[in-house]
């Protein structure tokens, strides 16, 4: 199973441009990913994916793995940068037609495509995921709301959010086949 | 530090790898992780799973990273971005918008302009109108006059100024056949306010004053012949000033105009 990679992620906070390729293969996916599932629009997320990576580029000598995982400090500038365009007016735009609500329904609607994912076991996470699951990580994670802002959004109570975010990663775990 | 299995149990590695927990605990739990092979293969595990749970949510496949290559140099330093197509575009509206607003305003002030000609134009117009009225009118009243004299066997009395309006003329040209007398007043000043001219008819021995009527429709211009009834045999004929309405007999302290009939 795929560690960090440690050594990657020095040379790339080196600003060596190769590093930063096998950067952005790995992980550009996942973060289009996130940003789509704020955006709903894959135009404007194609926009934020690529402005994301620019900002990972030119702030690398921010990364402090003292603080988190390089994973998460990327997510953090997508999510920002996805939530920064929410206030645009191209996203008002597009926001009229726009039907997707949580991630979950992105999966079920996107068409097939070939990605680094097993289709087939994402799918069998929606669907046996509950929605509160569903939910649950759809603001945690994809949106990167604090777990009170959770339970404030799903009205439930704040221990529900953190014994249920805990067990829905572990099935998340199971499905996708991580170790 | 606490058994990794508890600390894993209290889910506080999810909210490490989303990021969202307060910036002093993401130091602290980095840092046990760091310490902790156990809860670093959590971590892992934990990242791994989102990382392709996201992935599915990708609306499509990424684009090439070459796209991006234009955002850095080969030597890896930071080319400052004229940041991404937006800008030119983005000058383009506003100057096609400054443009339009200054084209708009442009033909704003060319309209106000005609409007105004248009407005000046009308009003000139409207002068020579009320213009060519008056002299129309002035016309008429001076054919009425010339009719009047010209008429056959009307005798033509002057009327000469007497001590009150030492400038003051006036004339009466009486149709001795059919009763009527027009007076010509061009030469009496206007008549001051509440008072009018009126005219008499004089027998002389003994001088006898008969109105033959007041000049109420007084005009400015003084231009009008005014047609009164005379069935009189007249000898002289008189203007006298008196308060509005006419008087019984005449105020001679007030006497214009005076004039014998001659033929």
């Given at each position: 199973?795929?560690?960090?990679?440690?050594?990657?992620?020095?040379?790339?906070?080196q600003k060596d441009a190769m590093s930063f390729e096998k950067i952005y293969e790995l992980y550009s996916e996942s973060l289009f990913g996130v940003i789509n599932s704020i955006l709903h629009d894959k135009e404007l997320s194609e926009e934020v994916l690529q402005d994301t990576f620019v900002k990972i580029w030119n702030n690398s000598d921010r990364y402090n793995p003292k603080k988190g995982r390089f994973f998460t400090w990327m997510l953090n500038i997508a999510r920002n940068s996805a939530i920064d365009k929410t206030r645009s007016k191209a996203?008002?735009?597009?926001?009229?037609?726009?039907?997707?609500?949580?991630?979950?329904?992105?999966?079920?609607?996107?068409?097939?495509?070939?990605?680094?994912?097993?289709?087939?076991?994402?799918?069998?996470?929606?669907?046996?995921?509950e929605p509160l699951c569903k939910k649950i990580i759809h603001f945690l994670f994809f949106k990167g709301y604090t777990q009170k802002e959770t339970a404030e959004e799903l009205e439930i109570p704040l221990g529900t959010v953190k014994t249920r975010n805990r067990i829905c990663i572990k099935k998340l775990r199971d499905i996708v086949g991580v170790e | 530090m606490k058994d990794p299995q508890t600390y894993i149990d209290s889910g506080v590695l999810e909210l490490f790898v989303y990021g969202t927990l307060?910036?002093?605990?993401?130091?602290?739990?980095?840092?046990?992780?760091?310490?902790?092979?156990?809860?670093?293969?959590?971590?892992?595990?934990?990242?791994n799973s989102l990382l392709k749970l996201a992935s599915a949510a990708a609306p499509a496949q990424v684009a090439d990273f070459s796209n991006l290559r234009k955002y850095i140099d080969v030597d890896g330093k930071v080319i400052p971005l004229s940041r991404k197509r937006t800008p030119i575009p983005t000058i383009i509206l506003w100057a096609a918008a400054i443009l339009l607003l200054a084209g708009v305003g442009y033909l704003y002030t060319e309209n106000s302009?005609?409007?105004?000609?248009?407005?000046?134009?009308?009003?000139?117009?409207?002068?020579?109108?009320?213009?060519?009225?008056?002299?129309?009118?002035?016309?008429?009243?001076?054919?009425?006059?010339?009719?009047?004299?010209?008429?056959?066997?009307?005798?033509?009395?002057?009327?000469?100024?007497?001590?009150?309006?030492?400038?003051?003329?006036?004339?009466?040209?009486?149709?001795?056949?059919?009763?009527?007398?027009?007076?010509?007043?061009?030469?009496?000043?206007?008549?001051?306010?509440?008072?009018?001219?009126?005219?008499?008819?004089?027998?002389?021995?003994?001088?006898?004053?008969?109105?033959?009527?007041?000049?109420?429709?007084?005009?400015?211009?003084?231009?009008?012949?005014?047609?009164?009834?005379?069935?009189?045999?007249?000898?002289?004929?008189?203007?006298?000033?008196?308060?509005?309405?006419?008087?019984?007999?005449?105020?001679?302290?007030?006497?214009y105009t005076l004039g014998v009939v001659t033929s």
């Open positions: 199973m795929m560690t960090q990679p440690d050594a990657l992620i020095a040379r790339f906070l996203f008002k735009n597009q926001r009229k037609n726009h039907t997707a609500e949580y991630f979950v329904d992105i999966l079920e609607a996107r068409g097939s495509f070939n990605t680094s994912v097993d289709a087939i076991g994402i799918q069998k996470f929606v669907d046996v995921l | 307060p910036e002093e605990e993401m130091v602290e739990v980095a840092h046990i992780v760091a310490q902790n092979p156990v809860l670093l293969q959590e971590v892992v595990s934990i990242e302009k005609l409007e105004n000609q248009l407005v000046d134009t009308e009003r000139e117009l409207l002068l020579q109108e009320s213009k060519t009225q008056v002299a129309e009118s002035d016309l008429q009243q001076t054919k009425d006059i010339l009719n009047v004299i010209r008429q056959q066997d009307l005798i033509a009395v002057p009327l000469g100024a007497q001590a009150v309006a030492p400038e003051a003329y006036a004339s009466v040209y009486w149709d001795q056949e059919n009763g009527k007398a027009y007076i010509d007043v061009k030469g009496l000043p206007e008549p001051p306010q509440g008072k009018v001219y009126q005219v008499w008819s004089l027998t002389l021995e003994p001088l006898t004053p008969t109105s033959l009527g007041i000049l109420d429709q007084y005009d400015v211009t003084g231009n009008q012949i005014f047609e009164l009834d005379n069935p009189n045999q007249s000898e002289a004929f008189g203007i006298t000033l008196e308060p509005a309405g006419g008087s019984e007999s005449p105020t001679l302290e007030q006497l």
